[in-house]
């Protein structure tokens, strides 16, 4: 083969090869020979005589010679072959007419055993022939390695594995059986899930068998694409057992519904759950263990979830009621698996809440009731006179305190058993938590006197409740009343009673202990705000300056040097005005209408002392005002009661006795010193001498001269009504007492107690007052900062930033921003559609 | 990020100094030996043929000349995308962030050649011997097939190994096996605690020597105690190196080097032992006795299977009679020899009788390819451990088994041109796709030919007698190419036609070809035009595009002053005459027989017989003429395109 072109120059070209191409069919009938006598062999399970090269080489040149295409399809011909006269008589032999029978649902008549027994039969011949064709498969990709990967993926065809599954499915599981429409798949699918149920009732079955049948279905595909979403267990099997999973609980909840109560509905859907969790693992596959779930989800629970949570006795209401912590438990569970919002157990608990909640209200209200009306009545029959019923009506009032205690006690059970349910059942979830909070706040904010409540609650506990108490003890008291208070939606509210109450507690030194108090002022400040606490900051610093000022006022009269036996000894506390609520602690009787402080006429002595002080005061700190309150304070009177005589005992001897007062007592007493033996006092004549307050002065009166542990003045007539007007008083020569120190009983103001009616309503009045003011405030600083504001805004906005103190009354705010347009800090905008507000200046 | 030039300079003295103090080899030594330079020449002018053959007698492809050039650095240079493709997959080094390999890219000729040079960046591109090593290092884990042949077992751990792995790594191992060939079971000194033992056996199976021991915390034994079992270990089995490689830092760079030379030296050591054993111990028969042989599983190289490769006769009556069909089922005759023949180069093997080679070879070696993956792991006979050794039949013949054998067991392919087709399609069968590669790689350069870019149509006087030699039969290639899905071998067919198109373009074989190629798209039916055609269009306007440039050069070069502007002039006014038009006519109705027409008096013909005024006249009439008759092809063969 020499070329004759190149010019002159001779070329030796190597010579063709031969065969390299094309080939004739004679040559593909001998090499198919070779392979279709290997294949037989391999399909009777032999092939442990064959030589892998041999049929390997067969292929290799049916494809190299472009004829893969030829092979291909001879191969899936002698594969369904195969399918038909041999492995499809086999299983056909396997379906019984009973089989036929149960797939068609009509009634067999044969027993669940027999029935098993047939099926597992079935199933095991099935399995045998998916298995032996998944071998032979197997060794007949390797020996068609070439061809898979030249021709195939030339030709986009599916490797012969992959068409081999395919045909196992449409010539076994989908062949037609004779003289019935069903394919052997409708058998199978039937069979399978006979068992199954045989199993939800409680037989035993052979879960490995039914196992390597789906194995089976989860290696075949619709297509020979083998898309993963297509596996014949999925677009098959799968729908029918949902439905007829569908159907079977469909069923069991009705019966259940019908026949046990919730306790049992719980667990016997726990148990379905727990069961078909373990068929997925076990029996069937995993893919489907979140649809049957969902299955038993919808039929199970969510169906008739609340008709079985208003079951009579046994409902969630029970459940609540009798701690059923368990149940609640299940249902937890179970509810939280088909409505992550838990809606219905939401609704349900915090119904529940508010109802116990508006009982306790209830109870509390009516005994208040009970005390109130006698308490209105009975003070105005004190200021008749009516001594006699003074007492009673200290009583009540204690009793109403004793029931905000109470009140505020079982607010805090109720809230403890919610909690503790909701740890223990309920996973600490979130959402249930903010709605029970929510309901916790509802049904306390219903009650009107909540803050007040509140704070006599800490109040009492700081009084008294905590002495001797462990400090996690008194821990545990500070959360609960910080839990309380954060329910509590008008924190001003509260902070006008804390206030108040802790001004007694520290003036008339009753506060158990200064470090649970501060701790308890930080917890607020932590759960409230800064600005919250601190007055209540300022009050202890007021305190502890007032201790530095007595000590140092000691000092410097003692550095004065002339020691006088007469001195009286002064412990004072400067209040700041700011911090402390005088009006409250019942300053506002001695106001004049205008407002002013009525001064009491002080005793020469004390004046002297008051002028000194003053002096001493002001010397460091210069243009400060000094207001005397003399209702607030106390003294330590010496008496001295001679001896009477011709009375034997103890009223026959001097008895000297140290009494302590209230200020102003002191400063009645005073006016006795200089009385002649037997010389009265008109109630009048005190008053106008001394300028006390009509009402303080008859209480203190009372104490003084009434009530018989101080009884150290008589009174005219001798009765046990409240001094009033025109009454008369003279110095009782015949007190005795058993005790050297006397502390005479403080009528009103060193207690902290519920409020009355009136009270109440002043207290209320004063806060709007206040709250008008703050809205202002905070219209004022919304407009200046966004200039002009739509109606609705504004609102929104003035809401959201009051919101941690307290919630505004709507009304109350128009009148405010009408009063803002009167006082021009605001106009309207005329043009506006909508209405709106513009600052001004 | 690219490092700037500042900062690849500091590196590269750093280099310098490491490579200084000896710590580190140098990865372009100067090389100033005469192959080298052959090398360099071959890059410089784009002679792939020259460049394949440097590349396989051995030459450094990474060193360096006299000016610092290493063969890449001139290649990308002078822009021979060919060969700079052929310098990348033989392992230049082209590292992005060295001094050198920046040099390389900078220098790139155009845009093509550098995005071919990033392609290869060093950093994806594998260490050649990384598939035999980590195969190697597989065998230790794999467990089916079975392939090992000799437990040891030290205390609790027991491992399943290799004897000829095992005798090819460590003298100590060789000498013992040798001794006693037998042995199926050893026991290793329980003193030493396991994890010394793995790390040895692992170092032993080309793996990376780990950086730390990694002990677990559960282990009981101390890190001393396992440093002094593979101090001891490594001692007794002759293979210090691990030692040494155990010391050494944590160097990445190092470490990496280390660990090539280990697996080059791992490699050497089995290849010295495939020589020695496997190869010395091939056995040839006669053909129909070739199935008798019998080899006991217990022979002195371990071999556990025998590979079989009959010698191919011609075809002719002797063979078929010689073939004893009722005995020979395994070797079934062969109606139609599917491999090459190999006639040509096996003289009057017809007269002898037919040889058979068999070559005692392992499995674990075998498996590198998927055929004898498949074959083993199956449960046909080939699997099946049998008292004598299976005897496995190749379908190829003797010198392309052992290649393919040698490939196998060192990685390394020295590939003859006149078996590289055969080679080819061996490699296709078994599905070793890398040695397919090789194959393309020789058949793409050598085959080229010594045409290369010089121009044959421009070859002197003397040359012209010379009977050329083609290497390789074009129509094989191409045909090898079609069936077997290798782009690159049709990209080198045409231009192999482009470059000798003359030759071919009247021949009957190239008709069937271009209908063949135009019937392979047909079927396909996505395009219209011949695949084959459209790249000799390619290649063809690519060498004259060459020879016009040079020309020109020439043109302004001539001093002597031979070609004036006059007759070029008039000249290029009469190719332009001849143009329109005449040129299917002309070409078919003029015998074109350069033989007759020889260069007669300093005369410049074309390929159509007439005279043209100079080289580059003629160089424009002969691309218009070749041009033409591809035309008149297409509509003989009724073709559009």
Same mark, same amino acid.
């Given at each position: ?42 399909? %009777? ?72 027994? %047939? ?25 068609? @390695? ?153 039929? @199970? ?253 000691? %000092? ?19 209040? %700041? ?7 409250? @602690? ?160 403080? @009528? ?94 | ?276 054993? *496997? ?56 109606? #139609? ?79 003859? #041109? ?22 393309? *790689?020789?058949?793409?350069? #050598? ?108 043109? #302004? ?9 006059? *007759? ?74």
């Amino acid at each position: 083969m020499i070329s004759g072109r190149g010019r002159g120059g001779g070329r030796i070209r190597p010579p063709r090869r031969q065969g390299m191409i094309g080939g004739d069919a004679g040559d593909f009938e001998t090499q198919w020979d070779i392979l279709r006598s290997a294949l037989r062999e391999i399909h %009777t399970k032999n092939a442990s005589t064959l030589s892998f090269e041999q049929i390997y080489r067969a292929s290799y040149k049916i494809v190299l010679k472009k004829q893969g295409d030829k092979l291909y399809d001879r191969v899936k011909e002698f594969e369904e072959q195969w399918f038909g006269t041999v492995v499809m008589p086999k299983i056909r032999s396997l379906i019984t007419s009973n089989l036929v029978n149960i797939t068609l649902g009509a009634v067999t008549g044969i027993t669940a055993n027999e029935r098993r027994m %047939t099926g597992e039969e079935f199933l095991k011949g099935l399995k045998a022939s998916w298995e032996d064709h998944i071998t032979t498969m197997n060794m007949t990709t390797d020996v068609l @390695m070439y061809m898979d990967r030249v021709y195939c993926t030339d030709n986009r065809k599916a490797s012969i594995f992959t068409t081999s599954m395919g045909l196992f499915r449409d010539h076994i599981l989908r062949s037609q059986l004779t003289g019935s429409d069903l394919i052997t798949f409708d058998i199978l699918n039937s069979v399978i899930l006979d068992m199954i149920e045989m199993e939800r009732d409680g037989d035993v079955t052979n879960k490995a068998i039914i196992r390597s049948c789906i194995y089976m279905l989860e290696g075949l595909y619709e297509s020979d694409e083998e898309n993963e979403t297509e596996k014949l267990y999925l677009t098959t099997f799968e729908p029918a057992f949902l439905k007829a999973s569908r159907e079977f609980y469909q069923k069991e909840c009705t019966t259940l519904l019908r026949d046990s109560d919730a306790s049992t509905w719980l667990r016997q859907t726990k148990k379905r759950l727990v069961e078909e969790e373990t068929r997925t693992q076990t029996t069937i596959s995993m893919l489907t263990s979140q649809k049957i779930a969902k299955v038993i989800e919808t039929e @199970m629970i969510s169906s008739h979830l609340n008709e079985f949570l208003a079951m009579e006795g046994s409902g969630i209401k029970a459940m609540i009621e009798n701690d059923r912590y368990e149940d609640l438990t299940f249902l937890y569970q179970l509810i939280s698996r088909v409505d992550p919002s838990k809606e219905p157990l939401k609704a349900a608990l915090s119904d529940r809440v508010v109802e116990l909640g508006k009982e306790i209200n209830k109870t509390i209200e009516s005994t208040n009731f009970s005390n109130a009306p006698e308490a209105g009545e009975e003070g105005e029959a004190a200021e008749g006179g009516e001594k006699s019923k003074a007492p009673k009506q200290q009583s009540a009032a204690a009793k109403a305190t004793a029931a905000a205690i109470r009140w505020v006690d079982e607010v805090l059970t109720l809230k403890d058993k919610f909690d503790n349910m909701w740890k223990t059942c309920m996973n600490e979830d979130l959402i249930l938590q903010t709605a029970l909070t929510k309901s916790f706040s509802d049904f306390i904010n219903l009650f009107p006197r909540c803050s007040e409540y509140v704070s006599l609650f800490i109040d009492s506990n700081l009084k008294g409740g905590i002495k001797g108490k462990t400090e996690t003890e008194i821990d545990a008291v500070l959360d609960k009343a910080t839990t309380l208070l954060r329910y509590i939606q008008d924190k001003d509210m509260f902070e006008r009673y804390y206030k108040k109450h802790l001004a007694r507690r520290l003036l008339h030194g009753k506060s158990e202990s200064a470090d649970v108090e501060k701790q308890m002022i930080s917890r607020m400040k932590l759960e409230i705000g800064n600005s919250f606490t601190t007055k209540l900051e300022g009050m202890f610093k007021d305190m502890a300056m007032s201790e530095d000022l007595t000590s140092g006022y000691r %000092t410097h009269i003692q550095n004065l040097g002339d020691l006088d036996r007469k001195q009286i000894d002064l412990g004072i506390n400067v209040l %700041t005005m700011n911090y402390w609520p005088m009006e409250s @602690m019942g300053s506002n009787n001695s106001r004049r209408d205008d407002g002013t402080q009525i001064v009491c006429n002080w005793p020469n002595e004390i004046h002297l002392l008051q002028e000194s002080f003053k002096a001493f005061y002001l010397k460091e700190r210069n243009g400060r005002k000094l207001t005397w309150l003399g209702f607030l304070g106390s003294a330590d009177i010496k008496c001295v009661f001679p001896k009477i005589p011709g009375k034997e005992g103890v009223l026959g001897r001097e008895r000297r006795h140290e009494i302590n007062v209230p200020t102003y007592g002191m400063v009645i007493l005073l006016l006795f010193n200089d009385l002649a033996e037997g010389e009265t006092l008109s109630f009048e004549e005190i008053q106008s001498r001394t300028n006390i307050p009509n009402q303080d002065l008859a209480r203190m009166l009372h104490t003084l001269s009434v009530l018989p542990k101080a009884k150290v003045l008589t009174k005219d007539p001798a009765n046990k009504e409240l001094p009033k007007a025109g009454d008369k008083f003279g110095f009782n020569s015949s007190f005795t007492s058993k005790a050297v120190r006397i502390k005479a009983p403080v @009528m009103l103001g060193a207690v902290n107690r519920v409020e009355g009616d009136e009270e109440h309503r002043e207290t209320k009045d004063r806060n709007d007052e206040h709250r008008g003011n703050v809205i202002d405030t905070v219209i004022v600083r919304i407009m200046k900062a966004r200039k002009t504001l739509q109606h609705t805004q504004l609102f929104s906005e003035v809401i959201s930033q009051l919101a941690a103190r307290f919630k505004p009354d709507i009304g109350m705010m128009k009148r405010r921003v009408e009063s803002l347009i009167e006082r021009e800090y605001l106009e309207r905008v005329e043009s506006a559609e909508v209405s709106t507000y513009a600052y001004l200046a | 990020m690219v490092l700037r030039k500042d900062q690849l300079e500091v590196q590269l003295k750093d280099e310098h100094q490491l490579i200084a103090t000896g710590v580190l080899r140098d990865d372009s030594p100067l090389d100033l030996t005469p192959e080298f330079q052959k090398l360099c020449d071959a890059c410089r002018i784009g002679d792939l043929k020259g460049c394949q053959e440097a590349i396989a007698t051995g030459a450094n492809i990474n060193a360096r000349d006299y000016f610092d050039y290493t063969p890449l650095i001139l290649a990308s240079l002078c822009g021979h995308y060919e060969v700079v493709r052929l310098l990348l997959e033989s392992g230049a080094l082209c590292e992005r962030d060295t001094f050198q390999g920046e040099r390389c890219l900078y220098n790139a000729l155009n845009n093509r050649i550098r995005n071919l040079l990033l392609q290869y960046d060093y950093s994806k591109s594998t260490d050649p011997l990384q598939p035999l090593a980590s195969h190697i290092t597989s065998l230790l884990t794999r467990d089916n097939p079975k392939t090992s042949d000799i437990c040891l077992t030290a205390s609790s751990e027991q491992w399943n190994l290799h004897k000829f792995v095992l005798s090819a790594r460590s003298p100590y191992f060789s000498k013992k096996l040798a001794a006693n060939p037998k042995t199926t079971v050893g026991k290793l000194a329980s003193t030493i605690p396991p994890e010394a033992f793995q790390i040895v056996l692992h170092y032993l199976y080309l793996g990376e020597v780990p950086s730390d021991l990694g002990l677990s915390n559960r282990s009981f034994v101390l890190e001393e105690d396992v440093f002094k079992g593979i101090d001891e270990v490594s001692k007794q089995l002759e293979i210090k190196s691990l030692w040494e490689g155990i010391l050494s830092g944590n160097d990445r760079r190092l470490a990496r080097q280390r660990h090539q030379d280990e697996v080059t030296k791992g490699r050497n050591q089995l290849e010295d032992w495939f020589r020695n054993n *496997v190869l010395k111990y091939k056995i040839e028969v006669e053909y129909s006795k070739a199935h008798d042989v019998k080899w006991t599983r217990d022979n002195g190289i371990f071999a556990d299977v025998l590979l079989r490769a009959d010698e191919k006769v011609v075809e002719d009556s002797n063979s078929g009679n010689e073939t004893p069909k009722a005995r020979d089922t395994a070797c079934l005759p062969i109606g #139609i020899p599917i491999g090459p023949s190999a006639a040509s180069r096996s003289p009057s093997t017809t007269r002898k009788p037919r040889k058979s080679m068999l070559f005692p070879v392992h499995r674990a070696m075998l498996l590198r390819s998927e055929y004898f993956q498949a074959m083993f792991g199956s449960s046909f006979q080939e699997a099946q451990l049998t008292e004598y050794l299976q005897i496995v039949n190749v379908d190829c013949s003797p010198a392309v088994l052992e290649i393919v054998l040698t490939f196998l067991y060192t990685e390394k392919a020295d590939i003859p #041109i006149e078996y590289a087709l055969d080679v080819l399609f061996a490699a296709d069968m078994l599905f070793i796709e890398k040695l397919k590669t090789k194959a393309t *790689v020789v058949i793409s350069t #050598i085959g080229m030919g010594t045409g290369g870019l010089a121009d044959r149509s421009h070859r002197e006087a003397g040359h012209d007698q010379e009977v050329e030699v083609e290497p390789i039969n074009i129509y094989d290639v191409i045909h090898a190419a079609w069936f077997l899905k290798v782009q690159r071998l049709e990209e080198f067919s045409a231009r192999y036609l482009a470059y000798r198109l003359e030759d071919y373009i009247d021949e009957e074989e190239f008709e069937e070809m271009i209908k063949e190629s135009a019937s392979r798209i047909q079927k396909r039916q996505e395009t219209d035009s011949i695949e084959l055609l459209d790249d000799i269009r390619y290649y063809l306007s690519e060498r004259f595009r060459l020879r016009f440039e040079d020309s020109g050069l020439e043109e #302004i070069m001539d001093e002597d002053g031979e070609i004036h502007a006059e *007759v070029a002039s008039v000249i290029s006014n009469a190719v332009d005459a001849l143009r329109p038009g005449a040129e299917p006519t002309k070409v078919e109705t003029t015998p074109v027989d350069p033989a007759l027409n020889p260069f007669m008096n300093g005369e410049i013909r074309t390929l159509d017989g007439d005279v043209a005024g100079d080289e580059f006249a003629a160089d424009a009439i002969n691309y218009q003429v070749l041009l033409g008759k591809i035309d008149s092809l297409l509509e003989r063969l009724k073709l559009d395109a």
